[in-house]
DNA sequence: GTCTATACCTTGATAGAC
DNA sequence: GTCTATCAAGGTATAGAC
């Protein structure tokens, strides 16, 4: 938190400021997904986080650089996650079946607004490199529990690279077409297939 | 054609009306592709055809009719690439490896771009319903495709049809991550083990 | 430090001349 | 039928009062 307000507006803030960034943050974060990142509006933000849009400047100097905190937010949230997942489940096999129910957790979200990661990823990318590496280390850090999965398993170093790339894979792609055919059942069908999976590797 | 412009706007047009209106449908088509959607503009179209934008709407009504025309445009264009593969291939496992290569084919666009229907997808069904339909009917060719194959290749029903979800999975994962990622290797990688999964079956 | 008022630009869409 | 000129609305961003 200090280390991303630290790149961003060189503002310095107290605690109230602290947290009225963070309701920006959060409410920005939902709209992006809700939305997507072009579609969402500044109004739209202030409108449901109760800080009028023109304070917005004080906090982010442009709508990328909000982008890039609310993608820095998603990350310590997912690490935060995979850290608990990896405290609480010693047996690797067991923590990777829990890794793949991830989206199957949210599978009615995923199926109306697809994988919050994927749908952001799919329209930044064609816009700017700007948020590009707080992206591709988010993927990362699922890649690496899974690698650290599949090699707690017995896997060799590149069989686990290459079963955590087809995991991903195989989770990116459900998420995309649940949301397609707005169908949880497709989500829910292949991530049933990948529990298979595991338990044959 | 005739049936498109048919539910657009009422407008009847001599063969340059029906050129000009393409020359429109093929530079939004690649715009919605690189740009996306939304952050493609009617001038940014009117610069690339030399139609201007104040003429759009001669032949579409919304923007979104716009959008509706150009995925049946891809349509289209799908249609007649998977008709060719089935009378240019009558093996059906060749003919399943080929659809298979068709993103591998154009990975270099897919690792900039993504895939041209899951990336419009994924931000359409933020947006609108509007185009669900003629979206999720073009998946549904690719599927048909796939299951074809796949019943040809001696599979039951219910076994083409699980396949073909799982095989449309995987190509729509490696897009996405290819495209996160800009690194065609996870493309090429992917399909790779489709194609080796493919001769399993 | 925080917020209001607003500038300036681009958007999708329209009206009406040719 | 085709296109130019323009609209009202909404976009991001800024300047400056409190």
Not at 81 to 95: F, T
Not at 127 to 146: E, R, W
Not at 155 to 168: E, F, G, K, T, V
């Amino acid at each position: 938190m200090g280390t991303s307000s630290r790149i961003q507006a060189g503002a310095v803030m107290g605690r109230k400021g602290e947290e009225k960034r963070q309701r920006i943050i959060d409410a920005a974060n939902t709209l992006f997904y809700h939305k997507g990142f072009t579609a969402t509006s500044f109004a739209d933000i202030a409108d449901d986080c109760d800080v009028p849009k023109g304070n917005f400047y004080f906090y982010f100097r442009t709508k990328e650089e909000l982008l890039d905190a609310v993608i820095r937010d998603r990350s310590e949230r997912l690490a935060g996650l995979l850290d608990d997942l990896h405290k609480d489940i010693p047996d690797p096999r067991a923590r990777l079946h829990r890794i793949a129910d991830v989206p199957f957790n949210d599978r009615h979200e995923v199926a109306q607004y697809g994988c919050p990661m994927g749908t952001l990823s799919a329209e930044i990318g064609k816009l700017t490199p700007f948020s590009q590496n707080a992206l591709t280390s988010m993927y990362s850090l699922l890649l690496m529990s899974m690698h650290h999965c599949l090699a707690g398993m017995g896997l060799s170093h590149d069989d686990a690279d290459h079963n955590a790339r087809h995991m991903l894979t195989r989770l990116q792609g459900a998420a995309n077409l649940a949301q397609t055919f707005k169908d949880e059942n497709w989500l829910e069908a292949e991530i049933a297939d990948i529990h298979d999976w595991i338990d044959s590797l």
